[in-house]
């Protein structure tokens, strides 16, 4: 079919849940679509710490993205790895040396690690974010257990059964709660020469509480959870020093540990601050400045700077000012609104690439658009076994109720069908026999850094 004058073509970066439903959206009204993804599946992030805790294989919550696409047309899926972006050409660059033409672009590369400076922490405390993260972290965690039964000095041995969390965010919560659940129920009996039940699972937060977003009354049910399911929880408690032997707080409590996860930071994609030097080499603006704030408007006018976090500040439709044809969504986003600012959490990025979306579509009609809004539908942890917390709305929910609540919910955002019943299968499983059924040990270390796009050997997913 031949491309009409009014029907644009929008590359979209990234296949995360802004640029997928963002995609989706695009397609189903007819626009020609490019996405790019320097790996080959969507990935449902928000389950990922159940593959690192080997409650799930890697392909229960990943979809090869061709697949998603495979019936339409219009949508093409490049597995490629996009280097820069030429804002005032209207080009997208991929390592390759191939320049992608584009009528909007929409970039959704989401956020990655941040160790606040001390990138050398990655070494030794890998974040969690993609499956091959995960696979390191289960990599690293059942091997201590195996570490452990080898060892026969009871003070080594200790430091083996010693886990740290560091970060009390819903990531580091649900870590910490599922390697708790790991060494006491399903590993308890797997050993000889010790008791899996005596390992120490730390959570450790440099604020006051755990969940700090959350209110404080579920922030207190939440530590009160993780406490009964047998994790160590310790607020106020910073990390100054970290290596393979343990870690240092800033008291100058040593800690011996080989297994220290990280779930303290994040940082956006480096592609933002591409896009944003970009920008600026057109538009003249500065890198950097704090943007002022419009009098009588919940709306925090924006200069095509980055945040501290790195990410990118946008106008109130979503574009990079100066460029009307560049959407920045999802966690790569910086945008307040009355209430604040906007969180990097998946119902915000489904959000905002649906309304990019339809802003790209109601511009080829012609027709006018409404500022982007985010509408805040609650947000919710599981800690364990019947144990999580939630809000929705005024309501706040803490348990075996918000634990369903929770388990409902991501089984309906859950991408594909044969998933979402692996999923509910393993669930069942789990709940009826406390056993886990990914708990094998399949690949050494990979050979590349955290802050690396692309490891230089992939690393085996599960069978």
Not at 29 to 53: I, K
Not at 208 to 231: H, I, M, N, W
Not at 258 to 264: D, E, G, Q
Not at 399 to 413: D, K, M, P, R
Request: proline fraction near 6%; include cysteine.
């Amino acid at each position: 079919m031949a491309k009409s004058a009014n029907t644009p073509h929008v590359v979209i970066i990234g296949a995360g849940f802004a640029g997928l439903y963002a995609a989706r959206r695009l397609e189903k009204r007819g626009a020609r679509v490019t996405l790019l993804d320097q790996r080959n599946h969507h990935l449902f992030q928000p389950l990922l710490y159940q593959v690192a805790m080997a409650g799930l294989s890697a392909v229960d919550i990943a979809q090869p993205v061709r697949r998603i696409f495979r019936r339409q047309r219009k949508v093409e899926v490049l597995m490629a790895t996009v280097v820069n972006i030429d804002a005032g050409g209207r080009k997208v660059e991929l390592e390759d040396g191939r320049r992608l033409s584009y009528d909007s672009l929409i970039v959704a590369t989401g956020a990655t690690h941040s160790y606040f400076g001390n990138d050398q922490w990655a070494r030794h405390a890998p974040g969690l974010k993609t499956l091959e993260d995960a696979l390191e972290i289960r990599r690293k965690v059942l091997l201590a257990f195996e570490r452990a039964e080898a060892e026969t000095d009871p003070e080594k041995r200790r430091a083996w059964l010693t886990f740290a969390v560091i970060g009390a965010g819903p990531t580091g919560c649900e870590l910490a709660g599922a390697l708790a659940e790991l060494s006491r129920h399903t590993l308890f009996k797997d050993f000889h020469h010790f008791d899996a039940r005596e390992a120490k699972v730390l959570l450790l937060e440099g604020r006051e509480r755990v969940l700090p977003p959350y209110p404080e009354d579920l922030s207190a049910k939440a530590q009160e959870q993780l406490e009964t399911l047998g994790v160590e929880v310790r607020t106020n408690s910073l990390v100054t020093e970290l290596d393979d032997q343990g870690i240092t707080l800033k008291t100058g409590e040593r800690i011996p540990t080989h297994t220290v996860i990280w779930a303290a930071g994040v940082a956006a994609s480096p592609l933002g601050a591409k896009l944003a030097q970009s920008a600026a080499e057109v538009t003249g603006r500065p890198l950097q400045g704090d943007p002022p704030r419009s009098e009588g408007s919940d709306f925090v006018t924006a200069l095509p700077v980055l945040d501290r976090a790195g990410r990118v500040r946008v106008e109130e439709d979503l574009t990079l000012p100066g460029f009307p044809e560049i959407f920045v969504v999802g966690d790569l986003m910086a945008f307040e609104q009355a209430g604040g600012e906007v969180p990097g959490v998946a119902p915000a990025a489904i959000q905002s690439g649906v309304y990019a979306a339809n802003v790209i579509l109601q511009r080829a009609a012609g027709k006018p658009t409404e500022p982007f809004r985010y509408r805040d539908k609650g947000s919710m942890a599981t800690l364990g076994r019947k144990s999580a917390v939630a809000t929705l709305g005024k309501l706040r929910l803490s348990g075996i109720t918000a634990w369903l609540t929770w388990l409902g919910v991501h089984i309906v955002f859950l991408i594909g069908f044969r998933n979402r019943i692996v999923v509910i299968f393993e669930w069942a499983r789990a709940y009826f026999t406390y056993q886990r059924s990914a708990r094998l040990i399949l690949h050494e270390p990979s050979p590349y850094s955290e802050s690396s796009d692309t490891p230089e050997s992939e690393p085996p997913l599960d069978p």
